[in-house]
Every structure is written in C-alpha cells, then in structure tokens.
C-alpha cells in the first residue's frame, strides 16, 4: 500500500460475530436519529476490523498464524496499561515478525472473512454516488485486500516496511487509535467533503468524530461507542446499515 500521502485513488482478537446469520437487532436512538438534518450524505468511511471482517484485530490474527501471540500479548497488555505508545506497540508486533516473508503474511491475510453483506453494500453505496473511505489502525496489507475487492475511494492504515519481500521489522504508522479521528477528518477534506455530509461506520468509540454527521456503530464493542453513536445496528448483515443512510 502507498504511502499516508498517495493514498487517494480509485479502486490500503480473533472473534467472529457471535450473531447468527438471520439474527437482526437494530437499537435506534431516535433523539439523534438523522444528525445530518436533511444535509446529503456525501462520504462513508468505514473501520475495517470488526466492522468489514469478522477479525476483530487483524495484529492479534496475524500473531496466532505465526505463532508469535505470546509477545504479542505481552506488548498489548504494555500499551493498554499506558507504559508504550502505539507506535511503539506497533513496531514491538512488527519486530515479531522480522524476517518473515511478505508473502506468508499476504496469505494469511487472505484468509480473513468478511462480515455477509459487505460486498453488497459496498455496490450499493457506490451505486447511490457516495464516496467510500476506509480507516484502519489495522495493518494496509489487509485494507488493500478490501479496496481491491470492494472498491474505496480513499484507504489509510498502517504499513509493514518490506525489502526485497522480506519484512524488516519496521512499520509506518499512519493510524494509531489517538489520530484516528483527525485521519477521518483528513480524509473528509481531502475528498472535499463536509464532515457533517459524512457517515461513519464502526465499532469502538475511537472510530468516531464527534463532530460527524452520522455515526453509525455496527456491533460496538464498548458501551463508549453506543453512547457516541446515532445509531447502534447488531446484525450478521453489514446490508441493514443500508436503512440508515440517505442521499
């Protein structure tokens, strides 16, 4: 994946959801219902892990397949009690899998599922002319695989430096879960389009601009996430986000 920089173009836990897939229970606040007051919607920006994957870290998947979740366990528990920044949590992983080629990683990501309904949703926005983000403090091998497969307008997420197809044990951090929101801002602007046209899909509380039109929590995570979303959808089908987002 490009660089933060060169990243607009047109077509970068294991836990899948627990829900069935006919299971659809949608919690609608409908104080906030409809934030965008009538303005239209011009942007979606999705998250990519646990929102358009049934892979809720795409960091602690990766781990498990090569058998390196023991440090990386160990570096998790450090940035989440404060003592490494998430950079630093990002190179302790990277480290891990020095020396790897970066073609067993690409395997490996290939084999993430999507959550049903992805796809066509996708086709559906694009039909209705929305532009279509996504943001990830993921890894961009992953969401290069969703720009292919589902098509993007705009991608960002974080890079695993490679040389000569082997991985060198650096990264490059464009998203980390404290920038995340001021990327999504980023973006908003750089596709020329008001935050307040903008909806946001995702599934913890960082995902969220507070000052963005819709935001939509797919299957959240936190109690944060529901308190900062207008809507709340728990479904196995990315699809009943549908309802919500008008034109």
Not at 181 to 210: H, T
Not at 226 to 247: C, F, M, P, Q, T
Request: aromatic residues 8%.
């Amino acid at each position: 994946m490009a660089s933060y920089a060169t990243l607009i173009r047109n077509g970068t836990g294991i836990a899948a959801s627990s829900l069935g897939q006919n299971q659809q229970i949608r919690e609608v606040d409908e104080s906030k219902h409809g934030s965008l007051g009538g303005t239209r919607c011009r942007l979606v920006v999705f998250d990519a892990d646990g929102t358009l994957t049934q892979v809720t870290s795409i960091w602690q998947y990766v781990h498990r397949k090569l058998g390196t979740w023991s440090e990386g366990r160990v570096s998790s528990r450090k940035y989440w009690r404060g003592e490494i920044s998430y950079d630093e949590w990002a190179t302790l992983d990277a480290m891990a899998w020095r020396g790897r080629g970066v073609n067993e990683i690409i395997e490996i990501v290939e084999s993430v599922p999507y959550v049903e309904g992805a796809k066509h949703t996708f086709s559906v926005l694009r039909n209705m002319g929305m532009k279509i983000a996504v943001a990830s403090a993921g890894l961009s091998l992953l969401v290069d695989r969703i720009v292919r497969d589902l098509g993007a307008d705009l991608a960002v997420a974080n890079q695993l430096i490679v040389e000569d197809g082997i991985l060198t044990g650096d990264v490059k951090v464009n998203v980390s879960l404290r920038n995340k929101c001021q990327v999504i801002r980023d973006i908003s602007s750089g596709l020329r389009v008001g935050l307040n046209e903008c909806v946001v899909v995702g599934d913890y509380s960082f995902d969220f601009p507070k000052d963005a039109g819709l935001k939509l929590a797919f299957n959240p995570k936190d109690q944060a996430a529901e308190k900062l979303a207008h809507i709340i959808v728990r479904s196995g089908n990315l699809e009943d986000i549908l309802k919500y987002i008008s034109w």
